[in-house]
Every structure is written in structure tokens, then in C-alpha cells.
């Protein structure tokens, strides 16, 4: 990308308006990586199945023993998360496993795909096969990406497609929103029913190639299922919602999506701020902090830093410099991992997840995971957003596992 973050939310253009064409390069040449990647093994992709009762409305998250998943994503989906870097050989894990849940829908089934630019050809030729063979196939995109080759292979297999000019479900006074969800669905696939993957990872070949990603599938999480399809319903309708904001919690387990409602507070310092600080634990690795919103973010990172709590950030970029400092000064540790090769190609972490665990009053410890699509900028509370947070040890421990590998191996900054 030229040194430019492809999913940093900029101003819009009005409804109806032409939108510019996405350019994507796809260099040909061999990546130069710095000397710390060299020897690195693939990173195991641990899945952590999640028992569709710990999705209870009284249930507690509940895992089993964690399935490992090397290679070739398997042909049955597993609940749990995937990761993805193309620096260690698997950068392909999380789009893989999507096109294999594609190739294992039946024709009775319907898939749902959002995301802010598509361009990879596996997964549009994926797609458009299933359309062909009868498959329900609905796909949202933001305005910028409708003049790619992939999606032109979705046209021409007669895909249901939206292509959001702002956000999809925000009010068109807001500009600079947009459709920035990356997630799809399957009413059946592989013999599995209702499965969803949420992701930072958007459709394309840059996100395979120059990356690193995370993602999380649930399989049988109905209510979820159901609110993701309503969800997505609204997105293909392209239209402002009234109070757009909208959350399912069950259990430990929560989603919320944005745009954000008018006059509310920002969701990520309203989690930060209800953390207790008891023996507190942050690790975050977050591919945007900008504007307002970062000292805004920032300050309640630092209260709890003063409070006790040990945070470190895995950073990247663009990342506000003066709302880092300051969280260096309080005692956060950070490292970078971002850089350009030597043919100029941006290679950067595209995470937005972040970890937590405390102990409670009665001396146990607590575990959260908050992963999703959400960048903390202004923008990202007026796009549509997705965010998912997860209640179970396994989880967070899979999340700490691949945060501690992306640390050693980043840059101390």
C-alpha cells in the first residue's frame, strides 16, 4: 500500500457520488523482511471449540480441549480463533478457512459476507461458484472496492451485492463513516450449522501477502447467528437506522456493533474504565489510534496504569505519537510492528483486539477477549463496526499466546 493502512476511515463522499477507483498493487517481488523474521515457524493456529450451551443467557462461556489446526484450513469448522501473519507462513490461514466453509456450503444454504475492500480472487471465484450452484450469496462491500476484478466475478455470477458509499447503517451527514465490517456467515456449512467468522482481516490479497490478522468463528451461537443476520439485512439495505448501535450479551459472551447513537460515549473507554484493577492485565494490539479519540483512549489506559495495572500495546500505523508518549510516560510498554521493505510495499499487523484478566473479590481470575473490525479513531464510531467479546480462559489464553509471539518478534519502540 505505499506505507498507507488500506482500512484507515477517511472522509466520504455523498450518496449517489462516484467513487474513485481502488488501486491495489500487487508487486512482484520477492518480500525483503527485517532480520528478526528470519527462522521464525509458522505460528500454530489454535482453534478453542466453544460449546454452543456456554452461550446461555445464564451460561457461562465453556470451552473444550483446543483443536490445532496446521496447513490446509479442515473441512469441518471449529468454534475458536485464527490467526494469520504472512511472516511466518500463515498468511493465508483465516482466508483459507473461509473459502473451505464456501466450498462445504450446500445449495439450501445462504452465505452473508461484509467487508470494506474485496479484492482476492479465491474467495470472489469461491463465492461466485456457490451463487452458480445455488447458494444464497449476499455480499456488502464499501463503495471503493465495486470496481475490483473480484468483485466484478461477483457480478457476473449475479451475487446479490451492496456497495455502501458511507456507513451502511449511519447517517449519510457523517462522511467519513463507512462500511468497515469484516465478517461472514453460513447457515450451514461442512455439516456444521450457523457458523460466523468476525475479523480484522478484510478480502484481500494484501491481507494474505503483507499482514497480520485474527479472527474468531462461532458455530451454533443462534442468537448470535440471528443478530448478524439482522445486522446484515440492514447493510444490504444501505439505509440510516435510528439508534444504530446495537448489542447482544449473553453470558459472559457480548457483541455491539457501531455506528455509535448520538450523544452516546465511546464504548472502548467506557470497557476500560469498568475494568477493575486488581492485579489487572492489558495486552492490546491495535492497528489505528488517531484524533480525540486516542487521548480520549489513552487516559483511561493511564488511569489504570497509575491504578497498577501492567498494559502493554502492540502499536502500528498510523498511531497518535503524542497520545503514546503519554502512555509511556505512565509506565505502558509498547513495540512497533510496522515497516516497508526495500521495494517501498507497507508490511504492518492489522489487529484490533485487546485482552484483560483480573481477579475477582473472591480471589479467582477473570478473563475477556475484545476482538472485531473496531479501529479507534473518530471515524470508527461512525462506521459500521463489529466487536465481539469472548468470556473464556482458553480464548484469552490462545489471544496471549499469539500476542507474546507478535511482541517478541516486533520492534521495541
Known amino acids: 500500500m505505499g506505507g498507507a493502512v488500506p482500512d484507515l476511515l477517511v472522509a466520504g463522499r455523498r450518496r449517489g457520488e462516484r467513487s474513485r477507483r481502488e488501486t491495489v498493487k500487487v508487486l512482484n517481488h520477492r518480500i525483503v523482511r527485517p532480520a528478526r523474521w528470519t527462522g521464525v515457524a509458522a505460528l500454530v493456529l489454535a482453534t478453542v471449540s466453544l460449546a454452543s450451551a456456554g452461550h446461555g ?14 496447513g490446509a484450513a479442515a473441512a469441518a469448522p471449529v468454534a475458536g480463533p485464527i490467526f494469520a501473519n504472512a511472516h511466518d507462513g500463515t498468511g493465508d490461514a483465516i482466508l483459507d478457512r473461509i473459502v473451505a466453509n464456501i466450498n462445504a456450503t450446500p445449495s439450501s444454504g445462504q452465505i452473508r459476507v461484509a467487508s470494506m475492500t474485496f479484492t482476492d480472487p479465491a474467495v470472489a471465484g469461491a463465492l461466485a461458484a456457490a451463487a452458480r450452484r445455488g447458494v444464497d450469496v449476499r455480499v456488502v462491500v464499501a463503495r471503493k472496492t465495486c470496481t475490483s476484478g473480484a468483485v466484478a466475478t461477483l457480478r457476473a455470477a449475479d451475487v446479490r451485492l451492496t456497495c455502501a458509499v458511507y456507513s451502511a447503517r449511519g447517517s449519510d451527514a457523517y462522511t467519513s463513516g463507512t462500511q468497515h465490517i469484516k465478517a461472514v456467515s453460513f447457515s450451514e456449512t461442512g455439516g456444521k450449522g450457523q457458523v460466523v467468522i468476525v475479523t480484522s482481516s478484510n478480502l484481500t490479497e494484501h491481507a494474505r501477502e503483507y499482514q497480520a490478522n485474527d479472527a474468531y468463528q462461532t458455530v451454533g451461537w443462534s442468537t448470535f447467528y440471528s443478530f448478524w443476520v439482522g445486522i446484515h439485512n440492514q447493510l444490504m439495505a444501505d439505509d440510516p437506522v435510528t439508534n444504530p448501535f446495537r448489542t447482544l450479551t449473553e453470558g459472559v ?4 456493533v457501531n455506528p455509535n447513537n448520538p450523544g452516546q460515549t465511546d464504548p472502548v473507554v467506557n470497557r476500560i474504565n469498568a475494568l477493575p484493577t486488581r492485579n489487572l492485565v492489558i495486552r492490546i494490539s491495535m492497528s489505528a489510534l488517531l484524533g480525540a479519540r486516542a487521548g480520549a483512549i489513552a487516559d483511561a489506559l493511564i488511569a489504570k496504569a497509575r491504578a497498577g495495572a501492567r498494559i502493554v500495546y502492540i502499536d502500528s500505523s498510523p498511531t497518535d505519537g503524542t497520545a503514546e508518549a503519554d502512555m509511556k510516560r505512565a509506565g505502558i510498554q509498547f513495540r512497533n510492528y510496522d515497516w516497508n521493505d526495500a521495494a517501498g510495499q507497507h508490511h504492518f499487523h492489522h489487529h484490533k483486539f485487546m485482552t484483560a484478566s483480573w481477579d475477582n473479590a473472591a480471589g479467582g481470575r477473570v478473563y475477556r477477549t475484545w476482538m472485531g473490525s473496531e479501529v479507534w479513531t473518530p471515524p470508527g464510531r461512525i462506521a459500521d463496526e463489529i466487536v465481539l467479546r469472548l468470556g473464556s480462559s482458553t480464548t484469552h489464553d490462545a489471544y496471549v499466546r ?5 511482541w517478541s518478534l516486533s520492534t521495541p519502540g
Do not use: C, G
Not at 459472551?253 to 455491539?256: F, K, P
Not at 499469539?402 to 507478535?406: A, H, K, T
Open 253 to 256: 459472551s457480548q457483541v455491539y
Open 402 to 406: 499469539y500476542f507474546n509471539r507478535l
Open 57 to 70: 443467557a445464564a451460561a457461562r462461556a465453556v470451552d473444550r480441549a483446543p483443536s490445532v489446526q496446521t
